[in-house]
């Protein structure tokens, strides 16, 4: 049974790795876009059967426990659902002739090896592999939002290059310094850099060493976050890119960064002398929350709108996670898994409705209720649910942020609640126009699949109403994981 459970941890990396190889010799637009699904799928059945298969043991380089099989998980889905709505949109793209035929090679290839990149950074029992297979990842987004080859596309991949790589740099000197913390108590090379290993001794570590590299860690990797004033890259990244990666790059790539940040939030609070990293992480994400809700208001185009919107939610998760304990723990995770599933949904329709409307500025989308009513109404589902109208799963997660934070931090909470005010409102007033009113001439016939779209709407939606006790169970356990 451990060698099932092995080979499902190897398939979860295997699949996209081949896969990216392959796609990059399969001629023809169809046959490898549903290749590309095909992958997708195989890789998160693969994923979640490691909830049922016994867990191998941890090794130098790889290892499974509760909070990152919740990651795996979620990541596979989405990208499952991300390539399944890429197969009808990218290939619209191409009739049109925005894209070439061996872009879309490249595209699909990039997409598998991006997801072995974040599958690997979620799997790794050692920090310089993570902080590897993260820099595999982000190099990956980047050649894709440049993927169109126009000014504004080229412009935002080499923001978002430069941006990641200053992120990245820090977190690599961050990396260094947890190593040289615990060379001293583990020994030189590999053991110094294990993650198991790190936890056993990091009670005797040096306290000082470790308070200077979680600085580093936390604005490197919260560059990547995309938590404020970190945050430039990320508008124009999912406002130039294809739009089946800004959904990856809000539902996934922003979850692996914040797995890093955990995992040496744990390294820090197993240190009793090391300085809490709590209030650190606490600030960063009222100060994004707050600012991305005011900057909502100024959004002219839809897919900026929403990568604001991202960094609103992060700044919520991130919020939760640095106020820590099993109430707020649980609350960051819900509301990590369903910001993943709503923004995800959001952007499969906001990708719809641009190839509909020839652009993505928000004063010419009006009227979908009128002109596309599936598509419209998805939207509304999914737009009301990230702004955390009830049933919706968002809504109890931020319910019980809120709860959390009111019994601990009353003051705080007053600027949480004012931030997800503004939010909501912001959102609202642009629905409204989206929905309703003249939908104007420009109205060309939907291309893109509205299955991902309301298959994460009604999960969503389902988590709201009545949350499986299967799921409470196991948030639970990783919310005490967290400490």
Do not use: C
């Not at 440049?146 to 080229?154: F, N, Q």
């Amino acid at each position: 049974m451990t060698n099932l459970s092995f080979d499902a941890l190897s398939a979860v990396l295997m699949i996209p790795a081949g896969g990216a190889a392959l796609l990059l010799l399969l001629p023809g637009y169809r046959l490898a876009a549903w290749a590309n699904v095909a992958l997708g799928l195989a890789t998160f059945l693969a994923a979640a059967s490691l909830f049922v298969v016994p867990r191998p043991a941890p090794g130098s380089y790889l290892h499974l426990d509760d909070l990152n099989i919740v990651f795996i998980v979620l990541n596979t889905f989405v990208g499952f659902t991300a390539a399944l709505f890429s197969a009808s949109y990218i290939g619209h793209e191409l009739q049109i002739g925005r894209l070439s035929p061996p872009n879309l090679r490249f595209y699909h290839a990039m997409y598998q090896l991006m997801m072995f990149g974040m599958n690997l950074a979620l799997v790794s029992n050692n920090i310089g592999l993570m902080w590897v297979a993260i820099e595999l990842a982000t190099l990956t987004t980047v050649l894709m939002v440049g993927l169109y080859r126009t000014h504004e596309a080229l412009e935002a991949a080499w923001k978002y290059f430069i941006l990641g790589s200053v992120g990245i740099a820090l977190a690599l000197f961050g990396t260094i310094l947890v190593y040289m913390a615990a060379q001293p108590v583990l020994g030189e090379g590999t053991p110094a850099m294990v993650w198991t290993n790190l936890m056993r001794g990091a009670a005797r570590f040096d306290p000082a060493t470790l308070n200077v590299a979680f600085v580093f860690l936390l604005v490197g990797y919260g560059t990547k976050v995309g938590l404020a004033p970190f945050h430039a890259w990320l508008p124009d990244a999912h406002a130039e890119g294809p739009t089946p990666i800004s959904a990856v790059l809000s539902g996934l790539l922003l979850n692996v960064a914040l797995y890093a940040v955990l995992r040496f939030k744990m390294l820090m609070a197993a240190n009793a002398e090391a300085v809490a990293p709590g209030p650190l992480m606490i600030g960063l994400g009222l100060l994004s929350l707050v600012f991305a809700a005011l900057m909502l208001y100024r959004r002219r185009d839809i897919k900026r709108l929403f990568a604001y919107s991202s960094i609103e939610h992060m700044g919520i998760i991130v919020f939760a996670f640095g106020m820590g304990g099993a109430l707020a723990n649980f609350a960051g995770l819900l509301h990590m898994v369903m910001h993943s599933l709503t923004k995800s949904a959001i952007f499969f329709a906001v990708g719809s409705v641009a190839q509909i409307k020839g652009g993505q500025s928000i004063a010419e989308i009006r009227g979908l209720t009128q002109s596309h009513p599936a598509l419209g109404w998805g939207l509304a589902l999914a737009v009301l649910s990230i702004a955390g109208m009830p049933p919706s799963g968002v809504f109890m997660s931020e319910f019980l942020v809120v709860t959390s934070s009111f019994a601990r931090m009353p003051l705080l909470t007053l600027v949480l609640v004012l931030g997800l005010l503004l939010a909501f409102g912001a959102l609202l007033l642009r629905l409204t126009g989206f929905l309703f009113g003249d939908p104007g001439e420009r109205n060309e016939p939907m291309h893109g699949s509205l299955v991902p779209l309301y298959l994460h709407i009604g999960l969503v939606i389902l988590v709201g109403l009545h949350m499986p006790q299967a799921m409470v169970t196991w948030f639970r356990s990783v919310a005490a994981l967290l400490g």
